[in-house]
């Protein structure tokens, strides 16, 4: 079975089931109460001969010029889905396998590669190296102490999304 995701006017999908991690509907997060904020979903992606790789996925339908409290929400969302996807993967939380789709359950967290990703609908090309620059800054912290890729903090637009295969 497939699935999609309306978010932010943007079409994400349609994806294997599961290999979605609604995240943000998810009863591992809305057990946890008011104050956390997370992304809107995982995708487990393949890639011929590599390691299937965790995307985080945000999605805006516009972004502010003034970044700092833009880019403070996005960052906490990215951690919070970070660490309450690998907490859930670990079995730290109650129920954790019953609410996690099956990919899930089996991902091998020691060679999964990890990327978030934030998709802005009709943002311009020349817009996405500044937020890039400043959100790559904001999540070091992240990145260094989970070891991921400099690389695993990515900007792009709806062009690119689509081009990605993430929306239609």
């Known amino acids: 079975m497939s699935i999609s995701i309306e978010e932010s006017g943007m079409v994400f999908g349609p994806f294997a089931e599961d290999k979605v991690f609604r995240i943000e509907t998810s009863p591992l997060f809305t057990h946890l109460g008011k104050g956390l904020k997370v992304s809107e979903f995982v995708l487990l992606r393949d890639a011929p001969g590599r390691p299937q790789a965790a995307w985080f996925i945000e999605a ?5 010029q003034e970044h700092r409290i833009y880019v403070e929400e996005i960052r906490q969302k990215f951690t919070n889905s970070v660490q309450l996807t690998f907490a859930a993967c670990l079995k730290r939380h ?8 099956s990919e899930f359950r089996n991902l091998d ?3 999964c590669n990890v990327k978030c990703l ?3 609908r009709n943002f311009r090309k020349e817009w996405i ?3 890039q620059d400043t959100l790559s800054k904001e999540m070091r912290s992240l990145v260094k102490t989970m070891g991921f890729s400099p690389t695993s903090i990515t900007v792009i637009n709806d062009e ?3 081009e990605l295969n993430l929306i239609t």
């Open 94 to 101: 109650p129920d954790a396998e019953e609410h996690l789709p």
């Open 109 to 111: 967290l020691e060679s």
């Open 129 to 131: 190296g500044p937020l």
């Open 160 to 162: 690119k999304a689509r």
């Open 60 to 64: 805006k339908s516009s972004a502010p």
């Open 118 to 120: 934030l998709v802005i």
